[in-house]
């Protein structure tokens, strides 16, 4: 047995996270992105529980899923009731999924200290609980809860316990490394034993790794090396302590490492928007540094590195990102080259002579040495570009602004704003209120503007960011602020950089705005995440 089959616990040992909550519609769409990337077994959660899973579970029952299949997970029968009297197990057994995930005690530390059961009776438990599932006509996975340890313990009674379930009629055993602790040799061993042991064409051995020593990835694919066909994980690497296995690395190490096909192309170029959708759901920031989806996966910044994969991506990339549905980024700051600075002209239309870009990268230097970071600001460093292509057109001139703050001894703050600017030759005086100073002056801008550029009203502010550069001058420190705009498709960055906090957040607004009305119909790279902007900026 060869076929790999990849199981996702999300929506059951995932939401044991800290902060990891979806609501019974949300695990439903979550079940249906799953479905769409390949996934072949969903455990949906665990029935008996509570309330809220069981509403899951009639929603599931309406669903259509079109590769996919529902489990349902539970616990071997209670040690004082019989399989066909134990309301979990009836429930599991009534339940819609096809298939149903049960776990059960390895450990004979846990035998002694959590059950209170001999070895003998936890065996019948294991056995009692499958048969009667399997009589139900489900197929049955057997989870053996902290194999490894038990293993390490006891190697003959923890195989024991996985002959039981496979006796009694379980399809597929599962080796959990329960506590996290297992290193890869450690867990490629065991595997290589139990595979040798109880191995057939007719059982399947299944891997389930908690990342608790940061090995779990690692461990899942050593696993597999060594006949494993059955991997346990989560999307993102959700989990209660460290995480689970993370299967959005999982899944291009078996395909694009081990050459195991195991999703389509198509679902593979599908992994970095669900693993950015998950993130999303749960109200998290994608990690940008997460292996083959995050940001910084593929993005390169030392001028070395950037002439490497200019030449050949393989000289410092180890797959290609567009297979994961990632892009390549070559990153702007102080470190960067000439090359770089035209490869990103090129990728927004604008051509630059070797000296123009040159040019370029001692503007950037200068600037960066102010405290401005173009890394995370690529509306204002493509304006730059512009700038120095000759392509730029300022959307107005600049006469004042002022802004006021006025506290009552009320308590009541009130802003308001008033810009005097040029456009087209016409003087514009714009006053207008805000709940902050930032608030204030983007309303005053946008009603002088927004009757000749109409387009600005669908422009919104989506986050922004203020960090002190220098802390030991207090609050007369210089400011770097960094604001995201998004058109409802795109989001792209702005800075500004100055002692007043003020003028910095003004500069990036004009930025972001200049940015949305002037190149935003130039081909984009994969939107990026947008968080949330702080009220009253």
């Given at each position: 047995m060869t076929a790999i089959e990849l199981y996702d616990t999300t929506l059951r040992d995932g939401m044991q996270g800290q902060g990891m909550s979806l609501s019974a519609g949300e695990k439903v769409r979550v079940a249906h992105r799953l479905d769409e990337l390949g996934i072949d077994l969903i455990e949906a959660g665990f029935p008996a529980s509570n309330p809220k899973?069981?509403?899951?579970?009639?929603?599931?029952?309406?669903?259509?899923?079109?590769?996919?299949?529902?489990?349902?997970?539970?616990?071997?029968?209670?040690?004082?009731?019989?399989?066909?009297?134990?309301?979990?197990?009836?429930?599991?057994?009534?339940?819609?999924?096809?298939?149903?995930?049960?776990?059960?005690?390895?450990?004979?530390?846990?035998?002694?200290?959590?059950?209170?059961?001999?070895?003998?009776?936890?065996?019948?438990?294991?056995?009692?609980?499958?048969?009667?599932?399997?009589?139900?006509?489900?197929?049955?996975?057997?989870?053996?809860?902290?194999?490894?340890?038990?293993?390490?313990?006891?190697?003959?009674?923890?195989?024991?316990?996985?002959?039981?379930?496979?006796?009694?009629?379980?399809g597929t055993v599962v080796l959990c490394d329960t506590n996290g602790g297992t290193l890869p040799d450690r867990v490629a061993g065991a595997v290589t034993a139990v595979v040798d042991e109880l191995g057939s064409a007719h059982l399947r051995v299944g891997i389930h790794c908690h990342d608790d020593a940061a090995c779990a990835v690692a461990s899942s694919l050593a696993a597999v090396q060594r006949g494993a066909t059955h991997i346990q994980g989560t999307v993102n690497g959700y989990g209660e302590r460290c995480g689970n296995a993370n299967l959005v690395s999982i899944i291009p190490g078996l395909q694009l490492k081990l050459g195991l096909e195991c999703v389509t192309p198509d679902q593979l170029r599908s992994l970095t928007a669900t693993a950015h959708f998950l993130d999303e759901l749960l109200n998290f920031t994608p990690d940008p540094n997460q292996p083959y989806v995050g940001r910084n996966a593929f993005a390169h910044k030392g001028g070395m590195h950037v002439a490497g994969v200019t030449a050949d991506p393989a000289t410092f990339e180890h797959v290609e990102p567009t297979l994961v549905g990632n892009h390549r980024e070559l990153l702007i700051s102080e470190l960067s080259g000439r090359r770089t600075v035209r490869q990103r002209a090129q990728d927004v239309g604008l051509e630059l002579s070797d000296s123009a870009a040159g040019e370029v990268v001692e503007r950037v230097k200068e600037l960066e040495h102010r405290g401005y970071h173009f890394e995370a600001a690529d509306a204002s460093f493509e304006l730059l570009l512009r700038k120095q292509a000759g392509s730029y057109e300022p959307l107005f001139r600049l006469e004042s602004w002022r802004a006021i703050v006025e506290k009552r001894a009320d308590g009541r703050v009130e802003t308001e704003a008033t810009i005097k600017i040029w456009v087209g030759g016409e003087r514009y005086i714009r006053t207008a209120e805000g709940n902050g100073p930032v608030h204030a002056l983007d309303r005053a801008l946008r009603a002088a503007l927004v009757e000749i550029h109409p387009e600005l009203a669908g422009i919104d502010l989506v986050n922004f960011k203020v960090r002190i550069l220098d802390e030991a001058k207090g609050t007369g420190a210089v400011t770097r602020v960094l604001l995201d705009a998004s058109d409802g498709e795109d989001v792209w960055g702005a800075i500004g950089v100055s002692e007043n906090i003020i003028e910095a957040s003004w500069e990036a607004l004009v930025d972001s705005l200049e940015y949305g009305m002037q190149v935003r119909e130039q081909p984009r790279g994969p939107r990026r995440g947008a968080g949330s902007v702080t009220a009253g900026s």
């Open positions: 899973e069981l509403d899951l579970f009639e929603l599931l029952a309406g669903e259509r899923l079109h590769h996919a299949q529902i489990a349902a997970f539970g616990m071997t029968r209670r040690r004082d009731l019989a399989a066909e009297r134990d309301p979990a197990l009836r429930l599991l057994a009534d339940c819609f999924a096809p298939v149903c995930t049960v776990v059960g005690k390895t450990w004979t530390l846990h035998l002694e200290k959590v059950l209170g059961v001999g070895r003998d009776e936890n065996l019948r438990m294991i056995a009692d609980t499958v048969a009667f599932l399997v009589g139900q006509g489900k197929r049955v996975i057997y989870d053996a809860e902290h194999f490894f340890d038990g293993f390490g313990d006891d190697p003959e009674y923890a195989l024991r316990c996985l002959r039981q379930a496979a006796e009694a009629g379980a």
